[in-house]
């Protein structure tokens, strides 16, 4: 199980915010794309060694 909570903390709030809605696999660097509805960010997330790293990218609305 995986706890993707914190992320809403690095996401620009506003009225419109809703919660996470999106998560999709990419086969070819193994990491996964997470979003949500009305969120302007999509953040890539990999594991590595147990641990996960974030790297944040805008995106492209």
Not at 7 to 34: C, E, M, P, W
Request: glycine share 4%.
């Amino acid at each position: 199980m995986l706890d993707l909570s914190e992320l809403r903390k690095k996401i620009n709030h506003h009225i419109d915010l809703d919660v996470l809605k999106g998560i999709a696999y990419n086969k070819k660097s193994d990491t996964f794309f997470i979003t949500g509805k009305n969120w302007d960010k999509i953040f890539e997330i990999k594991s590595k060694c147990n641990q996960l790293s974030f790297m944040i990218r805008l995106s492209p609305v």
